[in-house]
């Protein structure tokens, strides 16, 4: 019996285990740790996947590995320091192992876009965060192991912490407190919900014929920053707090003494200009669509109540 290998149990990688194992997928969850979600077809272990070989009995006979793993910090630096020696061991076990791997990918690469994001865009950001994104694109295209890289926005959904529609703004709409965004609040700006991310990793996994592909996560209609936050204290029945916003400038000033702000300010141009993922070519592609966005905010409406009273 083949299994499927996830590395990392945050968000995305949680979320593809579980989607697997409901499927009746036999899936080991590997993490430093040996953290993750508990299911009966899901069996987590404990491996630094950065270290070469340390993947090779676990990949044997596997269909494909998912590979979810994040660094440890929010910059380039770290970034360069611990993703591109990780993929570089992982595409190498896979390689021995005869499986493909299937990245869950940022848009980071196109950096700053002028109208829809489509996939035949060029990817050739350099710099920075952008710059690390398109580097490890380029190394998959070149490596002799079949890759699948599935591209989403901001995520929001069910176990989605640290993003632009994660805690921050859960938080503060149940709390009651002042909401303040990055950038603006009236620019159209497209989220990923998590959970279509994952059902996009997996097709793409199954179908030999979209290995060596780029691929954009189903995607619903662009939103506002303001429409997101209105659309949660509606779906959870509280008052819309007050909202402001944190303008670019203002960041990249306080950026000039502070590591993690400079890093935030990076990427700011994602949210003062409209920022909207066309993902219809992907989705004819994998035979997928996104969740309706009114079923998918009230799942992670539930998701954080859940949390919260936990």
């Known amino acids: 019996m083949s299994h499927h290998v996830v590395t990392g149990a945050g968000p995305v990688g949680s979320t593809v285990a579980l989607q697997l194992a409901d499927q009746g997928e036999r ?69 021995r192992a005869g499986c493909v791997v299937v990245f869950p990918e940022s848009l980071y690469a196109y950096g700053p876009v002028s109208g829809p994001i489509t996939e035949d865009l060029p990817r050739t950001a350099s710099g920075g965060k952008p710059g690390i994104r398109a580097e490890l694109l380029r190394a998959r295209a070149a490596s002799t192991t079949p890759t699948v890289s599935v591209a989403a926005s901001d995520f929001f959904g069910p176990r989605v912490l640290t993003s632009h529609a994660g805690e921050r703004l859960a938080t503060a709409i149940l709390s009651g407190r002042t909401l303040r965004v990055v950038g603006s609040l009236d620019q159209p700006h497209s989220f990923t919900y998590v959970p279509d991310l994952a059902a996009a990793m997996i097709r793409a996994a199954a179908d030999p014929a979209l290995h060596g592909s780029f691929l954009h996560a189903p995607t619903g209609p662009a939103l506002t920053q303001r429409e997101l936050a209105t659309a949660f204290a509606a779906a959870a029945d509280a008052p819309l707090p007050r909202l402001g916003t944190l303008p670019a400038g203002l960041l990249r000033t306080i950026g000039l003494v502070h590591r993690d702000t400079r890093e935030l300010a990076e990427m700011s141009y994602q949210f003062t200009a409209p920022f909207v993922v066309d993902s219809s070519r992907s989705e004819e592609r994998l035979g997928l669509k996104a969740t309706p966005f009114d079923a998918a905010i009230r799942e992670t409406v539930a998701w954080w109540r859940t949390r919260v009273s936990a």
Do not use: K
Request: aromatic fraction near 2%; hydrophobic fraction near 45%.
């Open 27 to 95: 899936v080991l969850l590997v993490t430093r740790s040996g953290s993750g979600p508990e299911h009966p077809l899901v069996e987590r272990r404990r491996a630094d996947v950065t270290a070469p070989g340390a993947l090779d009995a676990l990949l044997e006979g596997a269909a494909a590995v998912h590979h979810c793993v994040h660094a440890s910090r929010y910059d380039a630096a770290t970034w360069r320091a611990e993703l591109i020696p990780a993929e570089r061991a992982l595409l190498d076990a896979a390689g």
